[in-house]
């Protein structure tokens, strides 16, 4: 079961680098899963009847009216509404660019469909899928908390400590390799949504555990149809519905969004900041060196002064040595997944929208706040011998950036506008079990 498995993921990830990120089935030809729906502004989450053309196992037209859709065993347990949630809002502008779609690792095998992304929902925050039923998924990625969780090193079900900070999820979809943990070690995220479950850690269940746990809940069967079309439950389906949920997590709707909607360039003042976050954004793509990390195009930037392709998805697209240590350590991120020593202290970094929500930083959680990650970049970067180039000077010694006060109270300023309080609130991405 588990080489079955292997192969399929391996398949899914061929697909996603042959840059399939068109569901195979899309008769609309449209392509973009991110905003080919379009037409609804995704605030009211009522309206699944759109998206209904990209799922597997579609039954809304010949389902019951609205309302009686679900039997007891699903009411009972959880507030789901019916028609689903709509899980694929159009995308403001700046997400919908050829640079933007090359990020999407959404593979050709698992188009997010609102069914699909409601079971993932119910799948993430449920305690069934740990071994002794204290702990979900959500537990160490909560939606108050950025889909991470506000502790050094998370609390697995036995109490047990995870090697490494929890990551933010928001827009984890946009990562262009499609790999996924701190150390790339998921090739993909289908691969990566069945490892905490399995994690001595985390979860604790075996493959074959977790299938008897997701069949022996009642409200899962009718869950499993609308998704797939039948009540099977097997691991493949669990982690395609995972996938499928944290794919869905998308920020969009944060105080930059409404900035570069409104001045239509990176590099102007944006009307709604304020001077000291207009301030922060010039130092974010001036003299603080952010954004050819943290806002990368996935290739050259263009001509000196010309905006970036890329002006929506905050995160590195490559993992990368950003000076923590000066050589060596006991974790060694893609160096020691790989083992090759190129690679030590190479590390991924999730996206910073929501940064300031997911304190503390780094992959272990070593700086407790914004303004301590800002200390390290202007004064404290370490020359390990694989130090990105990108934070060496001229001579190739680290960076000092010498910023002054105003000018690092200003970029913690800016950083905070990325953070999307309507995702943290949003009913979509919340608990959906009744207590
Ligand atoms: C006990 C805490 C804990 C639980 C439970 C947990 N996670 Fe995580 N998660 C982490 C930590 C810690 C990391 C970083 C681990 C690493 O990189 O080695 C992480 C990383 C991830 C990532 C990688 C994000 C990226 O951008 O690379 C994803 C996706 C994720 N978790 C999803 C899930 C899902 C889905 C579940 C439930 C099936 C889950 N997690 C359960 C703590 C947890
Ligand atoms: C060379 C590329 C590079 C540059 C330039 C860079 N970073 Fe980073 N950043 C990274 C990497 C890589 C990580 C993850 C490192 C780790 O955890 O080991 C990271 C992590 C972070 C984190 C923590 C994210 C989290 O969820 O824990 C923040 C915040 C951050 N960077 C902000 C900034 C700011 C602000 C600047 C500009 C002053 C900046 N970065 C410049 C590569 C870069």
Redesign the pocket.
């Known amino acids: 079961m588990l080489a079955a498995l292997a192969t399929t993921l391996v398949a899914a990830c061929d697909d996603a680098e042959s840059m399939g990120t068109m569901p195979q089935d899309d008769p609309t030809g449209a392509g973009d899963t991110a905003s080919g729906d379009g037409g609804d502004d995704g605030t009211d989450g009522g309206d699944g009847g759109e998206t209904g053309d990209e799922t597997a196992g579609e039954t809304q037209d010949d389902g019951p009216a609205d309302g009686d859709h679900y039997p007891a065993e699903v009411s009972d347990a959880l507030d789901l509404p019916w028609p689903p949630f709509d899980y694929s809002p159009a995308l403001p502008a700046h997400f919908q660019t050829p640079t933007v779609d090359t990020f999407d690792n959404t593979p050709a095998d698992n188009p997010l469909s609102d069914p699909g992304a409601t079971l993932g929902r119910v799948l ?1 925050y449920d305690v069934a ?2 071994a002794n039923e204290t ?3 959500a ?3 909560a939606q108050a908390d950025g889909f991470s969780d506000p502790v050094t ?4 079900f036995e109490g047990g400590l ?6 933010g ?1 928001a827009n ?1 979809r946009f ?1 262009d390799s499609g790999h ?4 790339e070690r998921a090739q993909t ?1 289908e691969e ?2 069945l490892m ?2 399995q994690d001595p ?3 604790g269940l075996t493959l074959a555990e977790l299938v008897e746990r997701v069949e022996a809940q009642p409200y899962y069967a009718v869950l499993f149809e609308d998704a797939f079309g039948d009540a099977q439950v097997d691991a493949d389906r669990i982690s395609a519905a ?1 996938a499928q949920f ?1 794919r869905s997590i998308v920020s969009y709707r944060t105080d930059w969004d409404e900035g570069i909607a409104a001045a239509g360039n990176p590099m102007a003042d944006f009307p709604n900041y304020s001077a000291q976050q207009n301030l922060g954004k010039q130092v974010f793509f001036g003299p603080g060196r952010c954004a050819p990390c943290h806002l990368d195009n996935g290739g050259p930037q263009g001509p000196p002064g010309m905006a970036p392709q890329n002006l929506a998805i905050f995160q590195i697209t490559v993992a990368t040595n950003n000076g923590l240590d000066a050589g060596p350590n006991d974790d060694n991120g893609v160096g020691d997944a790989l083992d090759d020593p190129q690679r030590d202290g190479d590390f ?1 970094s ?1 996206s910073l929208r929501n940064v300031a929500q997911t304190a503390p930083y780094m ?1 272990d959680g070593r700086f407790e706040t914004l303004a301590e990650v800002v200390e390290h970049y202007d004064n404290g970067v370490q020359a390990h011998p694989n130090l990105d180039q990108r934070l060496r000077g001229p001579g190739g010694q680290p960076l000092q950036l010498g910023l002054d006060q105003a000018q690092k109270l200003a970029l913690v300023a800016f950083l905070e506008t990325l953070t999307d309080d309507a995702l943290a609130q949003d009913p979509r991405w919340s608990d959906p079990f009744r207590d």
């Not at 995870?162 to 990551?167: A, I, Y």
């Not at 996924?180 to 150390?183: C, G, I, L, Y």
């Open positions: 993430f899928l740990s702990i979900s998924c537990s160490c990625h090193l998370s609390e697995g995870t090697g490494r900070n929890s990551m999820l984890a990562y996924f943990f701190w150390d995220l990566q949504t905490p479950i850690v985390e979860m995972l944290v991924k999730p992959h």
